[in-house]
């Protein structure tokens, strides 16, 4: 006889050691596939799993098989219009056939695609930038969440009981389990009133009805005081924390001399402080501004995308953030933070004015302003006035970036306030 | 009677239809009950089985099985992963279905329902599965040979163990590299002309012959270090090694590769046992395949006969059915090749026809077959035959004209494709002949062999590719060779012998490191 097992509970995920010995053989490729998913995506985009796609050669479990050529016998099902003897012309893409032929000229392999979960895709975007454990592991976590109550349910945990909302329950349901009887009793009780009042309270009639007022009476004394289904809970669910909001201001030099790189490392740089404020915020608007000799506002396809022949003048981006916040974010109700990134190209005469704009106007209504210069082989006329600020505020962090991994010194201090 | 009679394929008036159950919903106890029932018609016609044991499990546990090729406890290797996201990508766009089941020849044998799986469907698996392939499982000669059903799933569960305890002890890595390398070599690590003997002196004398051999070489290479004698050693040795050329690769390697460690050899041996477990289904899917469907199809059949499944049922069923078994011809976008549970179920349905009701024509071809009890004669088939030569035995005239079967020649030498036979008076013999040959693993898969072993100079290994129809090697050969360089610890050459017996070298490789 037939064993019938129900398998359906146990051993789930039976493949997961597997898929991360995958994902591990796999590191360098899938590590660039991200890369390159990063560019692709918006700013404020990291909340997500990626889809990754490797070539499939690169993955390819190699066997001992035919290469093409020599003389092979094919068998194939519903013939048309051939009869023996017949001479045909080779076919473009081969007839198949073979079986373990294959089509090792390349065409038609697909790429090997398949979905990076949100925590994996954070790894690998975390892995270029060399942050600390900890840090990673604040960033990756789920924000934490506050109780908050939501109403009641009829299921919970016993310390949830919500005495008085299943006493209510438990009234309500007595009357109405006991009405029907109830209103027997009446009845019956009317009926022996009368007929004790026409003198026939000793009759069979009476007995009769004095029998069933006791078993009514006893039927509504069975309706229990507290049932199970009385019970309420108080219903709590998890909000997130954070209750505040924030602004982040993205300043992006786009003159001549900012290339895809730069622009590539800027994006990243943007990226994590991004990631960082969400830890910290519930609700972040996120303001780009990209400036060469005159500062504009753009949407975030267009301040990474194009570039712009000229010079640079960094103070009107400067200025332009400057009157933004006054108009949209009244630093009494939005934290505000900034992020620069620039190669450090500044007219002269600009840069003194930067310095004044920031100690004046800026930095006291900002909680922190971040700068990076990029792929500057030496610190250019801003960094020197620059560093003049960072000397005067702490509220100001400044950085020289050659590869990915510099970024995350400029946050450090964040964290720090952070951990405080 | 069901009010849908008149959709409904003609059935024989049975006085009163008592169908087992009406809705589409199963239960446990209907699956029993169905099971029971099944199990009834099928030994109704002498199916014999191993005892079944049938597991309900989710779609993700079905793609887990998926990826470790049916395996209910399988080691860790990534390439288990690959798979395992590839299936779930395209199951969860709808690409493919699941396979309804999945089966394992093991005793007790398990056979796996998913639970989106409506009832019809359950049965339909119940009867495919645990009737169906565990009565081919138990019967068939190369399954009867070549594995032990009773000792598989400890055998698994050994090798898992073994596998993880190498993984802690000497790091994934090193376990990782080595399962690379024979996995690669899997399909050469099975005997395929060698059957295994029962134990008997001769031998265990040949055995402790091998083992002394093994000794030798060892210590020879040893005295190679001290200062030359008078007489040349190699004089008075053997004059080649190995002696005959040794067609099992990795039990070559896991027996005489001289820097492998005890534990690597006790892997390659794991995926040795194992390559040579899935070795007959390999050799038997047309047959495999075909014979479960047969019987789903006549056990469901049967049922329906005795009025124990509604209309409804049926219908549901032979939509599936009918989808699992067509064949789109060669020139349909979709063609992949023979479908072979189109050929095998075609096949054993058209072996019931020539015993019962057979044409002159079937007089003439299987005289012995025609009129005889099919039962026996499909009993028969199925315990004594591999794809290979079942085709070769009974692909009927019918069916070729049927499948519209026709040969190709693709000959580098000819600028054209020649069309060597078709289903005509003239071809079925050919076709059928180059069909059977098609399922023949030996000229599917490049013959290699370990030809020699240089065991006086530089210890490396020769291995010889015997070209079948002047087809060489593929592309991939280099890499291949890198593995078997790797487990074999020095050079390895690979060289192919044409049709003339003229020796081509192809390809060599040092060790790593």
Redesign the interface.
């Known amino acids: 006889m037939s064993q019938l097992v129900d398998r359906r509970l146990s051993g789930k995920n039976r493949s997961a050691v597997n898929r991360q010995r995958f994902l591990r053989r796999f590191k360098a490729q899938i590590r660039k596939a991200a890369r390159e998913a990063v560019s692709g995506r918006k700013v404020t985009d990291l909340e997500r799993g990626e889809k990754i796609s490797i070539p499939s050669k690169d993955l390819s479990e190699p066997i001992f098989h035919h290469g093409p050529g020599g003389r092979r016998n094919i068998v194939l099902p519903g013939n048309r219009e051939f009869v023996s003897g017949d001479r045909i012309d080779r076919p473009e893409g081969q007839g198949g056939g073979g079986g373990s032929g294959g089509s090792p000229d390349g065409e038609g392999m697909d790429d090997f695609v398949f979905e990076l979960s949100r925590e994996e895709f954070m790894d690998y975007f975390f892995q270029d930038l060399a942050l600390p454990d900890l840090v990673k592991k604040q960033l990756a976590a789920v924000p934490e969440v506050k109780k908050a109550r939501a109403g009641f349910v009829s299921q919970g945990n016993p310390s949830n009981l919500h005495v008085v909302r299943s006493m209510k329950q438990a009234i309500g349901r007595r009357l109405a389990m006991a009405a029907a009887p109830r209103d027997a009793l009446r009845e019956a009780e009317g009926a022996l009133a009368e007929l004790e009042a026409q003198g026939r309270g000793a009759s069979a009639e009476a007995d009769a009805l004095r029998e069933d007022i006791a078993a009514l009476k006893a039927r509504i004394a069975a309706v229990p005081f507290l049932d199970t289904w009385d019970l309420r809970y108080a219903n709590r669910v998890d909000q997130p924390t954070p209750s505040s909001q924030a602004v982040m201001f993205c300043l992006l030099d786009v003159s001549g001399s900012m290339d895809e790189n730069r622009k590539s490392i800027a994006k990243r740089f943007f990226m994590l402080l991004y990631l960082f404020l969400t830890k910290s915020y519930e609700r972040i608007d996120v303001v780009f501004i990209r400036h060469h000799t005159v500062a504009r506002e753009v949407e975030e396809e267009e301040f990474f995308s194009s570039r712009e022949s000229g010079g640079t003048v960094v103070s009107s981006a400067l200025e332009l953030m400057h009157e933004i916040i006054l108009a949209r974010y009244p630093s009494a109700n939005w934290n505000i933070y900034a992020a620069q990134a620039s190669d450090g190209d500044n007219w002269d005469d600009d840069s003194p004015r930067c310095r004044e704009l920031l100690i004046q106007k800026i930095l006291p209504l900002v909680q922190y302003f971040a700068y990076v210069e990029i792929e500057a082989e030496e610190p250019q006329s801003l960094w020197h006035h620059y560093a003049q600020v960072k000397a005067m505020s702490p509220r100001f962090a400044m950085q020289r970036i050659l590869t990915l991994e510099d970024i995350y010194p400029v946050f450090r201090e964040l964290f720090q306030k952070k951990a405080a | 009677m069901e009010p849908d009679t008149a959709i409904a394929p003609p059935a024989p008036q049975t006085p009163a239809r008592q169908p087992i159950s009406e809705g589409s919903e199963w239960t ?1 106890e209907l ?2 009950t169905y ?2 029932e099944i ?1 009834r018609v099928a030994a109704h016609y002498g199916l014999d089985t191993y ?8 779609s ?2 079905m ?2 099985a998926y ?2 090729v049916g395996m209910p406890v399988g080691y ?7 798979h ?3 299936t ?2 395209s199951y969860k766009r709808g690409q493919m279905g699941l396979a309804y089941e999945i089966v394992i020849n093991s005793s ?1 044998c398990i056979a796996y329902l998913m ?1 989106e799986n409506t009832l019809t469907m359950q049965a339909l698996v ?1 009867a495919h599965a ?1 009737y169906g392939h565990n009565s081919f499982f138990k019967g068939n000669y190369l399954f009867r040979t070549w594995t032990d059903a009773e000792g598989i799933l400890d055998y698994l569960v050994f090798a898992r163990n073994f596998i993880a305890e190498c993984e802690q002890r000497h790091g ?1 890595e090193a376990v ?1 590299e080595l399962l ?1 390398s024979c ?2 070599l ?3 690590g099975v005997d395929r002309y060698k059957r295994p003997a029962r134990l008997s002196m001769a031998k265990e004398q040949a055995r402790q012959a091998e083992r002394e051999a093994y000794l030798q070489s060892q210590v020879n290479d040893l005295w190679r270090t001290l200062p030359t004698r008078q007489e040349d050693p190699r004089a008075s040795q053997a004059a080649r090694f190995p002696a005959e050329p040794q067609e099992n690769l990795l039990y070559f390697i896991e027996k005489h590769a001289p820097r492998l460690e005890p534990w690597q050899r006790e892997i390659v041996r794991i995926v040795r046992k194992i390559a040579q477990y899935f070795y007959p289904q390999r050799q038997t899917q047309v047959m495999n395949e075909g014979w479960a469907t047969f019987w789903h199809y006549t056990l469901l059949n049967r049922l329906y006969e005795e009025g124990r499944l509604t209309d409804g049922f049926m219908m549901e069923f032979l939509q599936s059915h009918t989808n699992v078994v067509y ?6 976008r979709f ?1 992949n ?2 479908n072979p549970y189109a050929l095998g179920f075609a096949m054993f349905t058209d072996l019931r026809r020539i015993c019962e009701s057979p044409s002159d024509e079937d007089r003439r071809w299987f005289p012995e077959l025609a009129g005889s009890d099919w039962v026996k004669s499909l009993d028969f088939a199925m315990r004594n035959f591999k794809d290979e030569s079942f085709i070769a035995q009974y692909l009927s005239p019918k069916l070729i004209r049927d ?11 000819d ?10 008076d ?2 079925y013999r050919a ?1 059928r002949q ?2 059977a ?2 399922y023949n693993l030996g000229n ?3 013959n ?1 062999q370990v030809y020699a072993v240089d065991v006086f100079g530089d210890r490396s290994l020769t291995l010889r590719h015997t ?11 280099s ?2 060779l890198r ?1 078997v360089a790797r487990l074999w610890g020095y050079p390895v050459r690979i060289e192919s012998v044409d049709e003339d017996g003229a020796v081509l070298p192809v390809d060599e490789c040092a060790p790593p490191g």
């Open positions: 446990f699956i029993d099971d029971r199990a005892p079944n044991q049938i597991e309900v499990i989710s993700e546990q793609i887990d990826s470790s860790h290797h990534w390439s288990y992963g690959k395992f996201l590839s779930q990508k007790p639970e119940i645990a994934e990782e690379d996995h690669a899997m399909s050469l064949q789109p011809p060669y020139h349909a063609y090749g023979l499948f519209k079967l026709f040969a190709m020649i693709d000959d580098d030498r600028d054209k494709l020649e069309v060597a036979a078709i289903h005509d003239a071809g076709v180059q069909l040959e098609h599917r898969e490049p290699i070209m079948h129809d002047r087809r060489p090697l593929g592309e991939s050969t890499e291949m593995h």
